[in-house]
C-alpha cells in the first residue's frame, strides 16, 4: 500500500479550538484505598513464547511502523477475552466517582451519522484531518452519541470515548494494567503465525463476516452487511485460538506504549515496553469504521496512535495483568 499518509479513522484533541477542561491537568491518579480486588473472571492466561510481530505485507503501512517482521519473546501474562463493556465501566465510576477525560472536557468526537437532528444543529466545530468526526457536547461514555442518547440497552458493548488516561485508570483500580503492544499482537494472533487476521488471511471465509468494520463507501454509506453500523456486543463474532474476541474491528484499545514509527528497530527483543516517552500511545485492532479503501487498519498487525488525552466513539480498552498480582 502508498505510504502516502492516510489518518486513521480516529481524532485526536489536537485538531480542534476548545476550551481547557476544568480544574487542573489530569495527574492520573485515583483516591488513596479505592480499588477492586483483582478478579481474573473473564482473563485468559496466555502462554509465554516466541512470535513473529509485525508485518511485511503489502497492504500494511510501513510509515506506522507495522515492519519489517521480527522475532519477539513475551512472557505469560493475562489478558481480558474481551474489551471493557459499558457495564463493568459504571462499576468502576460507582465505585470511585471517577470523571473521565470527555466529561472533563465537556466534549467528545462522534462520527457525523450518529449525530441525532437536534444534536447536529448545535455543532460548530470538526476533526481538521478527519471531518467526519464533530465536536459534539456532553459526548462521554454515558451519553455515546451526544446528551440524547443513553448506554441503558448497550451494557454488553464496549465502553467508548476512552481517554488513555481513561483506561489506566480503570485498569489500576481493577489490579491489572494495559497491555504492551507486543502483548497485545501475540494475543490478539490467536497461535496464527503471520496472518493478516486472528482467523487467517481471507477476511470473510466462506462468505462469514469475522469483525465489525465498514461495510460500503466510507465515510458516507454504511450498509453494516456485518449486523452493525457503531459498536457490537463484546462476543460477537467467533472469538480466536486464545479465546479473545473482537481483535479487529468493532473498537480501537489503548496498549500502554508510547507510539514511535521505529522504536521496534532497536528496542529489546524479550517483553518490549516501547519508549521511555512520548506524545501519543498506541492503539491497536482497528474499529467499526475500518474500511479496505481508507484506513485498513483492522489487521491484526496494524497499528495506530492517538494523544493519551483524546477520545472518541470508537476507542475503548481491554485489560491485562502478570501472573503474580
Given at each position: 500500500?502508498?505510504?502516502?499518509?492516510?489518518?486513521?479513522?480516529?481524532?485526536?484533541?489536537?485538531?480542534?479550538?476548545?476550551?481547557?477542561?476544568?480544574?487542573?491537568?489530569?495527574?492520573?491518579?485515583?483516591a488513596q484505598g479505592v480499588q477492586a480486588n483483582r478478579d481474573l473472571a473473564g482473563m485468559v492466561q496466555i502462554p509465554g513464547g516466541r512470535f513473529l510481530m509485525g508485518t511485511d505485507?503489502?497492504?500494511?503501512?510501513?510509515?506506522?511502523g507495522e515492519g519489517p517482521v521480527r522475532e519477539v519473546t513475551v512472557s505469560p501474562f493475562f489478558i481480558e477475552s474481551t474489551a471493557v463493556t459499558n457495564e463493568q465501566f459504571a462499576s468502576f465510576v460507582k465505585a470511585t466517582g471517577y470523571v473521565t477525560d470527555a466529561e472533563r472536557f465537556g466534549w467528545s468526537y462522534v462520527f457525523h451519522s450518529f449525530v441525532s437532528a437536534d444534536t447536529g444543529k448545535k455543532v460548530t466545530q470538526v476533526a481538521t484531518q478527519t471531518p467526519w468526526w464533530w465536536v459534539v457536547e456532553g459526548a462521554s461514555w454515558r451519553h455515546p452519541e451526544g446528551s440524547d442518547s443513553h448506554v441503558d440497552e448497550r451494557l454488553d458493548h464496549p465502553v467508548v470515548h476512552m481517554s488513555w488516561y481513561d483506561a489506566d485508570a480503570y485498569c489500576r483500580w481493577a489490579g491489572k494494567r494495559l497491555p504492551t503492544e507486543a502483548e497485545w499482537e501475540y494475543a490478539a494472533r490467536g497461535g496464527l503465525v503471520q496472518r493478516r487476521y486472528p482467523w487467517g488471511d481471507?477476511?470473510?471465509?466462506?462468505?462469514?463476516?469475522?469483525?465489525?468494520?465498514?461495510?460500503?463507501?466510507?465515510?458516507?454509506?454504511?450498509?453494516?452487511?456485518?449486523?452493525?453500523?457503531?459498536t457490537a456486543?463484546?462476543?460477537?463474532?467467533?472469538?480466536?485460538?486464545?479465546?479473545?474476541?473482537?481483535?479487529s474491528g468493532n473498537v480501537w484499545e489503548w496498549c500502554g506504549d508510547w507510539f514511535t514509527k521505529d522504536y521496534h528497530l532497536s528496542s529489546e527483543s524479550v517483553d518490549p515496553r516501547g519508549p521511555a516517552n512520548g506524545t501519543a500511545r498506541s492503539m491497536r485492532g482497528g474499529s467499526y469504521?475500518?474500511?479496505?479503501?481508507?484506513?485498513?487498519?483492522?489487521?491484526?498487525?496494524?497499528?495506530?496512535?492517538?494523544?493519551?488525552?483524546?477520545?472518541?466513539?470508537?476507542?475503548?480498552?481491554?485489560?491485562?495483568?502478570?501472573l503474580k498480582s
Open positions: 500500500m502508498s505510504e502516502n499518509f492516510k489518518a486513521c479513522c480516529s481524532a485526536s484533541r489536537q485538531q480542534v479550538k476548545v476550551k481547557a477542561p476544568l480544574g487542573s491537568r489530569r495527574e492520573n491518579t485515583l505485507d503489502q497492504e500494511g503501512f510501513p510509515s506506522d481471507e477476511l470473510r471465509p466462506a462468505g462469514e463476516h469475522r469483525c465489525n468494520i465498514w461495510q460500503g463507501k466510507f465515510p458516507d454509506k454504511n450498509h453494516a452487511s456485518d449486523g452493525y453500523a457503531g456486543p463484546v462476543r460477537s463474532y467467533l472469538p480466536n485460538g486464545y479465546g479473545l474476541y473482537n481483535t469504521l475500518c474500511h479496505k479503501s481508507y484506513c485498513n487498519r483492522y489487521r491484526v498487525a496494524a497499528r495506530s496512535k492517538n494523544t493519551p488525552d483524546s477520545s472518541s466513539g470508537n476507542i475503548g480498552f481491554r485489560c491485562a495483568a502478570d
